[in-house]
């Protein structure tokens, strides 16, 4: 079994025992312990995982942390563990105060879903209160998983991981704030677009102005790069030699009258770049029908996210089932109007992950 695998295995592992998981230590024998594993360790070898870890802290004696991985007889990775309905914070944690002591150059803190690591970019001996990488276990993305294979045994490589740690950090941090600034621009964005396009003084009534000018410029400009590629991906497709169905196609059609079109799969791609963020891509597929085009989760018919009704020109609707298991539809004037029910898109999701 590859990484990739593992980690797959690992995603379900997660989301099916979790809800019974009542305590740390049950925490770390279901989740962690098996992570620690999948990255190549030996759980049951002390000389290669070392449980309760002792850190000698200046005159306290004996204060141990939750798992240590060493590297002929020396730590080089330390991992505290919390409960996995826990939030992971650094302040007052031992995995801070531990770092300075130990040669370990690398610090996990996890609650077996997330795992944060941490090195010392800032200042050295000093772990830094930002980590340089952070992945969730159940929505791991292709680069993440990339920067997860170097903290394997079979490559762990310290200066290969601090060589891309820096540029994993600085650019976390630059992510979450264009993604902040994209959902509310601050007043400083703002005036910097305002004042190459408006020649007057920008007081707070053409701030205002310009604010909300700014948030749907931003977001047209998002839905019109999407919609792009998803019309560079359909021409692409249109292109490829037809190939014989497949259990690994999202396709699954038995009815050979039925037609999907390329404006169901253009609402296809759509849907799949909304649940994005969510939900692993691969899990997402979908079924064409005489009447209508199902979008659903792991290819489960009892997992239906919603449903599109694209054959009338004149009468284009996305339904979604309500708790009383009947269609609630909506009206769609165009294809872009599915990013209007993006909410109710991941709700939906959400329920079957």
Avoid at 80 to 105: F, I
Avoid at 161 to 168: G, N, P, R, Y
Avoid at 257 to 266: D, K, P
Avoid at 335 to 347: F, G, K, Q, R, S
């Amino acid at each position: 079994m590859d990484f990739n695998d593992r980690i797959k295995q690992l995603a379900e592992r997660v989301e099916k025992l979790k809800e019974s998981l009542q305590t740390e230590e049950a925490t770390k024998n279901a989740l962690i312990m098996p992570f620690i594993q999948a990255m190549g360790y030996d759980v049951f070898n002390p000389l290669e995982v070392m449980p309760e870890f002792t850190c000698d802290i200046g005159t306290k004696k004996g204060e141990k942390i939750d798992y240590a991985i060493l590297q002929e007889g020396t730590p080089i990775i330390l991992i505290e563990c919390k409960h996995w309905k826990e939030p992971l914070t650094l302040y007052d944690n031992q995995l801070l105060r531990y770092y300075h002591v130990s040669p370990a150059k690398f610090g996990i803190l996890t609650n077996g879903i997330c795992y944060r690591f941490y090195t010392d970019l800032e200042t050295p001996n000093k772990m830094d209160e930002k980590p340089f990488l952070e992945v969730d276990i159940t929505n791991m993305k292709a680069n993440q998983i990339e920067e997860l294979k170097k903290f394997q045994k079979s490559g762990f490589d310290i200066d290969n991981i601090l060589s891309s740690a820096s540029e994993l950090k600085y650019m976390g941090e630059l992510r979450n704030l264009i993604s902040k600034e994209f959902a509310n621009p601050s007043p400083e964005l703002v005036k910097l677009f305002a004042r190459q396009v408006y020649g007057g003084q920008i007081k707070q009534k053409v701030l205002d102005q310009f604010t909300v000018l700014v948030r749907k410029s931003i977001a047209n400009f998002i839905n019109d790069m999407i919609s792009d590629r998803l019309k560079a991906a359909l021409k692409t497709e249109e292109v490829q030699p037809a190939e014989e169905p497949s259990e690994e196609k999202d396709t699954v059609v038995k009815d050979k009258a039925i037609v999907t079109t390329g404006e169901e799969m253009e609402a296809y791609y759509i849907v799949k770049s909304i649940l994005h963020s969510v939900i692993a891509s691969d899990r997402i597929a979908y079924r064409d029908a005489q009447n209508y085009f199902s979008v659903m989760i792991d290819d489960n018919n009892r997992k239906i996210v919603c449903r599109l009704y694209l054959n009338s020109p004149n009468n284009k609707r996305i339904s979604f089932m309500g708790e009383d298991k009947k269609e609630i539809r909506y009206p769609l004037n165009s294809l872009d109007d599915i990013y209007d029910h993006a909410a109710e898109i991941v709700e939906m999701a959400n329920k079957f992950i």
